[in-house]
């Protein structure tokens, strides 16, 4: 690689992007705004995007720091961005900045003796899980974008799923990381050793960090042997607090691989697409897993199938059949484009501790009918963390403030329950007038020493993260 | 609480100590020298320990942010003490400082709802496994000295243990934390919120930062169902090489909860106290268990006990009588002891990917014989991570020379292989002069300035963990 020199305070953006495109290899860098158009935004589709200099696609660590070490150079705004299905806005460009797309580093090895793989950040989740597979291993993070989403996004947003209430998230699975700091060094931090307490914790500071404290190019993960089958049980209710009352009953005894929520709009969504015979009259539904192996599956099932039954369910199905217990995972999987169907939606990210969650779900119905909205609520009932998504048109500019204060209500009533502002896609650029009222002023100057420290100008992601 | 006034820069030790007993509660400055000499060292016994000028032991976090303005503003610096077990140096006192001790905080509240537990640091870990087995739940880190180390000590160094190998190390379980930064500003990072990606991971940061960052005075620990019962597995083997190939084969197909390697020293002298009919011509001894509910930990055993089997183990012997079980265990935990008995220990704590763990055991066996010293080595095989026991005779100079000389060794051999120099001990003060081995320059750099935008005036923990 050329270096790149220090450009003089004289010179034109037109100018420094010349200097990065003579820089890189051929194509690397593109400035073409019929492509670059599609990576102004993610899939928070921020309406105040700003255009980019250039998007750059670089296969290899060393391409990275050229571009850091450019941008440091230039003041110029780096904005990192894995695959783009980013909901807070992360990944949102900024005008006279550029979008850093990891697309291209797309390597893993796979090492089954250390049950552990190292990849570059471009590859889907979904690819990672595929590639580990093959060796009989299992990555578990899995949010549910996880066919579209990168797992350079996944670490930079820290990012859950529905297996989180057993398994953890995706910080439970980095042990290692390789990070373009931001003036252009590259370190390894961490590694293939599952203990290592040599220096800080600094792979765990920049799992979650949204881009804002370097680019991670490169990540060593946790791999554990393949899951088990999963018995799964699929219950009614007639009202929320039913089914939130039998969620603090099942997590309190025990450890179910998933624990699934879905409203009465979410279910009738569902069921107007999939018509899975599921009840349209019930006020919630759960679905929950156990991959407990041999008989304790289906002790798990039992137990959490008669535990609802004691909390009000009015209809409790279960199944040790992998596929039929599949359909009823697909369909709460299901429910984010089912109720997209009705209309684009906010998609919010709120999460309380879990005794709150049924004060929160019916606390987002009393502000879906003050602000004449539909907002279907769907949640990882088992981590306290909802998806509460607000249907909208963001053609009629009265609707589109009538959505946009629900959205900060949820947020505020979710803080008002002890609560987080996000709980698994981060707080971008969507989510940040709030992160203050979360962490107050003390944590805030807290985050901003952390940000000063290791990005001293500033040009790594400005305006999100915090 | 009265706050602190800076004193004037010409003040005296006296002077400034005088200022904190009058700050705080009578009693919890401690200047008597028949006390505070028990607080200059640690467990790693290091004979270049400082004197306090004071022991300060506070009960609640305002005391504590007393402490820090009082220590800021005098630049007095403080070395935050749990339990006194730290085998690093991590709490060696420092002339001129103060030593401030947990062990007075010790107040717990277990909530089952969300199966978290609110405790101080002062507690020990056992204490809190106990305090949370009431309610039928586990805290799973079990450092081997679990009966006498604090949680806040655990906290400090990410500590690890025997469960750690399907568990999970001390981070995997603290959900958030309170610490009162150098300045006495006290801040809450996290909380009982299963998913929360608001703001950089600050929680995580702390964890393993071993005092030098902050000081943890309140942490939210997540638990798990109690762990049902295990079976246990022993089998020896004629060589080193059998056994760390049994562990690789092992790990590399399933999660045992357990995996734990003695060498022919540690073997003998466990025999030698215990009386347990265990093999004293082995090369070395592996004990696994399973803690899969019902079948499966006894399916899980039965594959151990082949794969073992298959790679040359001479005895094999498989139990699910918990209480026979547990003796097996206790013989492990026992080794260090045992060990003991031959003289006083310097207890090294190296890890290395898993494929290498066989040369870095027989490596060590190397380093012992050119050292002319009798090092056993115990380890936690299945993560990788060892206790090399170095047996010496700190009343001879020359046999401590080498004893020192194979220390440093045996750190050096591990990061040959692609190791750290600790793995759940932490760095301390003992292990300082290789973190930049293992770290490099510019990771060393990046932890620098972490520790500087954290304590800009070096007060907290000053010659430890970097």
């Given at each position: ?319 040790d059949d992998p596929t039929e217990g599949e359909e009823f995972i697909a369909a709460r999987r299901y429910a984010i484009p089912a109720v997209e169907a009705k209309g684009p939606l906010l998609l919010e990210d ?55 204060l629900a959205y900060g209500q949820i947020m505020d009533l979710a803080l008002s329950l002890g609560g987080t502002i996000t709980g698994e896609h981060g707080v971008g650029r969507l989510k940040r007038p709030w992160l203050g009222d979360q ?28």
């Amino acid at each position: 690689m050329s270096t790149v020199e220090p450009a003089g305070a004289g010179d034109t953006a037109a100018d420094a992007v010349a200097e990065l495109v003579s820089a890189l290899p051929d194509g690397m860098v593109v400035t073409d705004p019929t492509i670059t158009d599609g990576y102004r935004q993610d899939r928070a589709l921020d309406p105040a995007a700003g255009t980019p200099l250039a998007v750059v696609r670089p296969h290899r660590t060393e391409q990275v720091q050229t571009v850091l070490r450019w941008a440091g150079a230039h003041r110029i705004p780096v904005i990192t961005r894995g695959a783009g299905t980013g909901l807070s806005g992360g990944a949102t460009a900024v005008d006279g900045g550029i979008v850093l797309s990891t697309e291209k580093m797309r390597d893993i090895t796979v090492d089954p003796v250390t049950r552990t793989a190292v990849c570059q950040p471009g590859l889907l989740n979904a690819e990672v899980k595929k590639a580990v597979a093959k060796h009989g291993l299992w990555y578990p993070p899995d949010p549910s974008s996880f066919e579209i989403c990168s797992i350079g996004g996944n670490i930079a947003t820290n990012a859950g799923g529905l297996c989180c209430v057993k398994y953890g998230v995706t910080t439970d699975y980095v042990l290692g990381v390789e990070v373009v700091l931001a003036d252009g060094t590259a370190v390894r931090l961490g590694g293939p050793r599952l203990k290592d307490v040599a220096g800080f914790s600094l792979t765990k500071l920049f799992v979650g960090s949204e881009g804002a404290l370097g680019v991670v190019t490169e990540a060593t993960l946790r791999l554990l042997p393949e899951q088990p089958s999963s018995c799964v049980v699929v219950a009614t209710f007639a009202s929320v607090r039913h089914a939130c009352e039998a969620v603090l009953a099942v997590t309190g005894r025990m450890r179910p691989a998933m624990l699934e929520f879905m409203d009465a709009a979410a279910i009738n969504a569902v069921e107007d697409k999939l018509r899975m015979g599921l009840d349209r009259k019930a006020g919630a539904m759960l679905v929950a897993a156990s991959d407990e192996r041999g008989a304790a599956g289906a002790e798990d099932i039992a137990l959490i199938g008669s535990v609802f039954t004691e909390h009000g369910a009015t209809e409790v199905y279960s199944t040790d059949d992998p596929t039929e217990g599949e359909e009823f995972i697909a369909a709460r999987r299901y429910a984010i484009p089912a109720v997209e169907a009705k209309g684009p939606l906010l998609l919010e990210d709120v999460g309380v501790p879990l005794p709150a969650l049924a004060d929160l779900v019916t606390g987002i119905e009393e502000i879906a009918a003050q602000q004449d909205l539909l907002i279907s609520v769907i949640a990882h009932a088992g981590d306290g963390n909802t998806h509460p998504l607000i249907v909208h048109d963001p053609t009629d500019p009265e609707n589109t403030r009538r959505a946009q204060l629900a959205y900060g209500q949820i947020m505020d009533l979710a803080l008002s329950l002890g609560g987080t502002i996000t709980g698994e896609h981060g707080v971008g650029r969507l989510k940040r007038p709030w992160l203050g009222d979360q962490l107050g002023p003390e944590v805030m100057a807290l985050n901003q020493r952390i940000k000063d420290a290791l990005d001293p100008t500033g040009i790594l992601n400005p305006g999100a993260g915090i």
